[in-house]
C-alpha cells in the first residue's frame, strides 16, 4: 500500500483524509478479525484457523485488486483486515504452543522475518508495476497478495495441531504424538504433556480414556481477564497491553506506509527515487529481523528490546531533527537528506532487531493456558487500533506540528516505553510457558520471583 497510494491518489482522484482512511482503516478491521480468531482458535483449532484466515487475506486481495473505485477498493480493504487478524493472532499462537523453551525465541520470532520479507517483496513489486499503466499497476501492487495465500492455506494443513489445543479438549494421546516429534526425547515430551495438564488443571492420571470434561470455549475467560483477575493475570495483562501499544505509537506503521512522503518532505521528489528509497527500508528490516531471530534465544528477550528501544528513541530524535531542517530549509540540503535516509533506516533497523519481534514472542509466552487465545487476541487488538490511530491521523498530525514535531512525539513515546519495559517486564528466556506463569504477580517486584527461580535451577 505505501507505494500504491502514490498512483491511487492520482487514478481515483482522492484526498489526503481519504489516503489517511485507506490506509489506516485495514488495522482497525484487523481488531474484529483478531477478537474473533480467539474464539474460532479454542472453538476450531490453532492450524484450521490459520487456514482459514489464508481464504479470507485472498478474498480480499482479489477485492483490492478488482477495484473499480473508492468504495469497492474500501470493501477490500475490510476483507483483507479481517483476515489479518485472524493470522496475526493465530500465526503467532500457534508458534508459541507447539515450539520447544530452548528455540521457542527463535521460531515465535519467525512469522515476524515473514511479514518483513513480503514487506520487502511488496516494495520491490510495487517498483517492478510502477512502470505499468497507472490504472493497471496500483491494481497489481494490491492484488498480488492473493498468490501467497493460496499455497499457505494448503501447507497449513500439514502441519500438526498446537498439543496444548489438544490437551484443553481432551485428546491427550493425539498430543502426546505431537509432543514426540517436536521436542528432542521422548522423556522431555511426557514431562512437557504434565506440564500441560497441571496447567489446564487436568488430573496427571487422566487418558484419552478417561471422561475429561473438555474446556468450555472462552466461557469465563473474558471475566477473568478483564473482571475478576488476579495479581499475576493482571500483570500479564499489563505487560502485554503495554508492549502493544508502545511497539505501535512509536511511529512504525507512519514510516512503513508513509516512507515516501517522508522522503518527499526530506527532498527527494521522483517516484523512482522514493520507491527505491523503500525498498532499502524494507531490505534493513528484513536483514536485521532475522539476526534478532538469532540471539532472542542467547542474550535473551529483555537485553534486546532495551537496547532496540533505546536506539529507537536516538534516531527518532534525529530524524526529527533531520526533517525539521529539510522541511524549513528553502534550497535542497544534500546534508539533510542522506541523514534522513541514514536515521530512518536505522530507526527501521532498531525496531526489527528487538521491538518488533519481541512483542509477538514476549506476549505469547505469558498468558496462562486457559487464557491465552483471547489474552493474545487482546494484545493484537490493543495493537491494530494504534496503528491505525497512527496512520489514519499521520498526515494531519504533520500537518498540525510538521514533520519533524511528528517524529519528535514519536521518541517521547518510545522514551516512556523504555522506562516502562525496565520497570515491568521480566525476563523470559529458556523457561517452559507453565514457568513464566510463576514470575508474574508483583508488576515493581517481580525480580525477587525471578532470582528465586534461577536459584533453584541451578542447585537443580
Known sequence: ????????????????????????????????????????????????????????????????????????????????GIGLGFALMSAVLYTAEISPASSRGFLTSFPEVCINSGILLGYVSNYAFSKLPIKIGWRLMLGVGAIPSIFLAFAVLAMPESPRWLVMQGRLDEAKVVLDKTLDTKEEAQLRLDDIKEAAKIPQDSTTGNIIPKQTNGERVWR????????????????????????????????VLYSPRIFEKAGIISSDGKLLATIAIGFSKTIFVLVATLLLDKIGRRVLLLSSVGGMVVSLATLGFSLTIADQSETKLTWAIVLCMTMVLAFVSFFAIGMGPITN??????????????????????????????????????????????????????????????????ETRGKTLEEIECLFGKLVGW????????DVTIEG
Open 1 to 80: 500500500m505505501s507505494g500504491a497510494i502514490m498512483f491511487i491518489k492520482k487514478d481515483l482522484k482522492i484526498n489526503d483524509v481519504q489516503i489517511e482512511i485507506l490506509v489506516g482503516v485495514l488495522n482497525l478491521y484487523c481488531l474484529v478479525g483478531s477478537i474473533v480468531a480467539g474464539k474460532i482458535a479454542d472453538w476450531i483449532g490453532r492450524r484450521y484457523t490459520i487456514a482459514l484466515a489464508n481464504v479470507i487475506i485472498f478474498a480480499g486481495s482479489l477485492f483490492m485488486g478488482f477495484s473499480v473505485n473508492y468504495a469497492f477498493l474500501m470493501v477490500g480493504r475490510f476483507v483483507a
Open 224 to 255: 477473568e481477564l478483564l473482571l475478576h483477575p488476579t495479581p499475576a493475570v493482571k500483570h500479564v495483562l499489563i505487560c502485554a497491553i503495554g508492549i502493544h501499544f508502545f511497539q505501535q505509537s512509536s511511529g512504525i506503521a507512519a514510516v
Open 361 to 426: 514472542v514476549y506476549m505469547s509466552e505469558i498468558f496462562p493456558l486457559r487464557l491465552r487465545a483471547q489474552g493474545v487476541s487482546m494484545g493484537v487488538a490493543v495493537n491494530r487500533v494504534v496503528s491505525g490511530i497512527i496512520t489514519m491521523t499521520f498526515i494531519s498530525l504533520y500537518k498540525a506540528i510538521t514533520i519533524g514535531g511528528a517524529f519528535f512525539l514519536f521518541a517521547g513515546i518510545a522514551t516512556v516505553g523504555w522506562v516502562f519495559f525496565y520497570v515491568c517486564m521480566p
Open 447 to 454: 525480580k525477587e520471583a525471578s532470582k528465586k527461580m534461577n
